[in-house]
């Protein structure tokens, strides 16, 4: 870990050195995440499980798949199922896994990938890695996070994005101690690749042991920083982290009542590191409320219960769509 890296993180773009002016947020909660499984059987972390939903506004759901080193004829994925008013992003960081939808998209993604699937009105859709992988076996780990839709959008045409490794933004931090892959939305004047319908950042930051990440930050962004790997602190207040737990920043934008305003979200990496990794990994995202109601259950999220039962009859009904010839 991880696919994406370079030899010297001071020969990319570097982000601002921080100000001494600018007030960085606190932290609100740091939580662990539970264990548990999906698909056919494999493994997971639910890294927003323990958080209440207000706190999470965009975000719906994010799970640290693995990190699990497959034996031959282990590897799982998930079978043909639905999703209506949402998108799901998977990226994966280690393995390989093959996507197919009944809207034509799909493809592989591997080591730095990440497949963008706008579900909107409504999508069949399977995740599974590839045969080859399933009889050779291998280490496989990644994240799939899900992410809300306004209403005015939860019914729009399903679309697909395979945003490639060599498409990510890469930069360092101003004294090159970290490297961050910017996957969606902007940081610092420098935008990543993926087309966000609901306006979030996304990236993947990698610290070297002792070193400091401060990443300007939009006031009206929520700010959740989950470790992959590695142990360090994090906040304004420096609360000690370590792997497969969530910090939880303040400053909400405008949400009334759930903290002030801060400018940016810093990250620290303890002096040593733990043997799986050499470095903290941490995927830091955040996102414009969007302050609806939201009704969620199983693979549809809606504004409300009647919106879900519409959901549930449609797909009864064969109206999300059909299972692609070759796939069935």
Do not use: C
């Not at 809207?103 to 592989?108: A, D, I, K, S």
């Not at 002792?210 to 006031?219: F, N």
């Amino acid at each position: 870990m991880p696919a994406v890296t370079v030899e010297n993180p001071l020969t990319l773009p570097r982000l601002p050195q921080p100000l001494d002016a600018v007030r960085e947020r606190q932290v609100l909660a740091v939580t662990t995440a539970p264990s548990g499984f999906e698909g056919e059987g494999f493994p997971v972390r639910k890294a927003l499980a323990t958080i209440r939903p207000q706190y999470l506004d965009p975000f719906i759901m994010m799970d640290q798949m693995g990190e699990v080193d497959y034996a031959p004829g282990e590897p799982k994925g998930t079978p043909w199922h639905p999703h209506r008013g949402f998108e799901t992003v998977t990226y994966m960081i280690d393995g390989v896994m093959e996507h197919a939808d009944s809207h034509g998209g799909g493809g592989t993604i591997s080591d730095g990938d990440t497949q963008w699937m706008t579900a909107g009105g409504g999508i069949l859709h399977r995740e599974a890695p590839p045969e080859w992988l399933v009889n050779k076996g291998g280490l496989f780990h990644g994240i799939q996070l899900w992410v809300n839709l306004p209403g005015r959008e939860k019914m729009v045409a399903p679309a697909y994005q395979d945003i490639g490794r060599s498409n990510v933004v890469l930069l360092s931090s101003h004294d090159g101690g970290a490297l961050v892959r910017l996957i969606a939305g902007e940081v610092a004047g420098f935008t990543g690749p993926g087309s966000t319908r609901t306006p979030i950042t996304l990236l993947h930051a990698s610290l070297s042991p002792g070193s400091r990440l401060t990443l300007p930050w939009r006031k009206d962004f929520n700010a959740l920083a989950y470790v992959l790997s590695g142990r360090g602190s994090v906040g304004a207040d420096r609360q000690p982290i370590e792997s497969g737990q969530l910090a939880v920043f303040e400053g909400f934008g405008t949400l009334p009542g759930l903290g002030t305003d801060g400018e940016t979200v810093t990250l620290a990496a303890a002096g040593t590191q733990d043997g799986r990794s050499a470095n903290l990994e941490v995927i830091v995202l955040g996102g414009l409320p969007i302050g609806e109601p939201v009704a969620h259950y199983g693979p549809f999220v809606m504004n409300t219960q009647e919106e879900l039962v519409k959901a549930f009859e449609d797909y009864q009904a064969g109206r999300l769509g059909s299972i692609p010839a070759g796939h069935a």
